[in-house]
DNA sequence: CAGCCTTTGACAAATGTGAGACAATTACTG
DNA sequence: CAGTAATTGTCTCACATTTGTCAAAGGCTG
């Protein structure tokens, strides 16, 4: 863990503004990173996330003062306490900032089908890791794991229900705990009819609200035209749509057309899942933007953020 | 467990003003917080705990000052008898205790699309009328008026999706955040193939972990062979099943035989749901228990939970 | 040189505390 | 049944603590 960070990036990255992470250092020594030859901060990886966890705790209610003198795993304990989740006990990590023995765990959990130990392992995921590694190295590797060892047999539909079910709570948890400033762009969320596939599209609801969206989740399977009315209601400066299952859809892409006409052409729609691939032809006619993955839905999210923000005045 | 929450955590979770809060600890003691150096009181999860029994003790028309000085075991029994008792009957007139102004509320903010607001007035329901005035004066009728409005073609599915979505995930937090003794017999609650209306199965869910027993949500629409080796695994005391629709499934009844054939005599199948009436001969021979609603759902658990921990020993 | 960082001191908003008071309801008494 | 006392939730006030924000002055960086 080398220090690499100076104040402002960390700043962008917790949330918090220079001016308080400074003022948390110097009152109550919450954290004391290294300095350069000249006295900058430098921060690592473990003060950033010590510092989400405190703003999280702090959010929460807790007085700054009181938390800022304990341990990491204590502080994890904290925040789940107070964000009301239980850990119970399990196998602690704290340390690891390795996604790979997170996603070790909650499969462990999703076979034993431990609802407690799933929920436990992906809470200590999000604090551990980052979002972005928890997608891409918690929650996708396990879903994709989980569906191997269905086709392999060794386990029932009934533990990718008990995980279906767990991360869908927990991934709506997320959204639910991120505060976003209430000026912020509207984003719609769902999938077309006959997609039922519901994760790819939470996750890109969540990556939307930390994008610093809000979002509005409509789960899955909604025709074109409730699509279309649900952003003219709530003026939604853009669509994200998962397509994941069917991969080759035949109403598709007569839906995709419409939902273009319905909302105008101001409204951006962002396409993504793994099935977007077979589908181009219609993507392009209507102008959509097509991302790869969580990652640069972020990245689109963040360059669209403020065009759509003084679009809406 | 170590005092952390200062008044103002409290008074959210508990659902009780912090002016409350310290008249009760002025008049009656009933918890007395540790305090911090400079008097400011941090409270623990006991004590937590305690207001809350405290709390729904004098909303089922307990008063206080009777109460305020028993143990904490005694305000268990007092609060199950009470509200047993008080069900249905008028609650005392404690703050705006009326499920219809909640449920006013949240069919407001489905009609315009409010996300935030629908969860708002769920949360604020869920602290301020008991569980069982939650379920059926907010959350059912929520759902039927929403259903009515789509019929009338004055919303759309889109409303529909947004409404279930966040109940969902609202319902799935109520699990989470309810802690349950570990010892506690286990019940899988899930709806069987085909059957994918999932509110119902999920409310259940909430009205197990209520009654004490550890509860293992499996999502809908799961085969009767999956459900039973859930079962097995998890060395469940129970299953109940949500039927909703459809109502007439000609293949329901073979699901069901098989599954009493499967988990074998000495687990207790409940039944519950709208349609369960449409299958009672088959109900009967594999000797289910029916129950009406939530609250019947409640009793039956109530009366099986020891008979049910016995047996697992 | 403009812009960012650091330290220090100061300020104001928010929140908590204890005491007292008030109004509504309930329970008891003659 | 009227009158009285007790109960109980809410509110206000004066004061202390906590905590976020800001400004100024000087140094570092590109």
Redesign the pocket.
């Known amino acids: 863990m080398e220090p690499k960070y ?3 990036v960390v700043a962008n990255k917790t949330g ?5 992470i ?3 250092e ?3 020594h919450a954290v004391e990173p290294c ?7 430098l921060y690592s990886d473990v003060d950033v996330r010590r510092l989400s966890l405190l703003r999280r705790a ?1 959010q929460a209610g807790a ?4 938390i800022a003198g304990l341990g990491d795993d204590q502080l994890v304990e904290l925040v789940a306490s107070y964000e009301q989740i239980s850990v119970g006990a399990v196998p602690r990590a704290v340390g690891a900032t390795d996604p790979e023995f997170f996603l070790r765990l909650a499969l462990d959990a999703v076979k034993t089908l431990d609802q407690r130990a799933l929920e436990s392992a992906l809470l200590q995921a999000s604090v551990s890791v980052g979002r972005t590694l928890l997608f891409e190295g918690v929650i996708q590797p396990l879903l994709s794991a989980v569906g191997e060892e269905w086709n392999a047999g060794r386990i029932k539909v009934s533990h990718e229900h008990m995980a279906t079910s767990v991360i869908r709570s927990f991934l709506g948890h997320l959204i639910e705990t991120t505060v976003v400033d209430t000026n912020a762009p509207l984003i719609v969320v769902t999938t077309p009819t006959s997609h039922v596939h519901e994760l790819g599209a939470l996750m890109a609801a969540v990556t939307a609200t930390g994008a610093g969206w809000q979002t509005m989740y409509l789960g899955p399977n909604l025709p074109a035209e409730d699509i279309a009315s649900a952003v003219r209601q709530s003026k939604a400066a853009a669509v994200a749509l998962s397509l994941i299952y069917p991969p080759d859809d035949p109403r598709l892409p007569g839906e995709l057309r419409a939902l273009r006409r319905l909302v105008g052409n101001d409204t951006l729609i962002i396409i993504g899942g793994e099935s977007r691939g077979n589908y181009r032809k219609t993507i392009e006619e209507i102008r959509a933007v097509t991302v790869e993955n969580l990652r640069s839905l972020a990245e689109v999210l963040a360059s669209n953020r403020s065009v759509a923000a003084t679009e809406a005045k």
Chains 1, 2 share one sequence.
């Open positions: 100076p104040i402002r918090l503004s220079t001016h308080l400074r003022m948390w110097r009152r109550y300095r350069t030859d000249t006295k900058r901060r702090t007085n700054i003062g009181q």
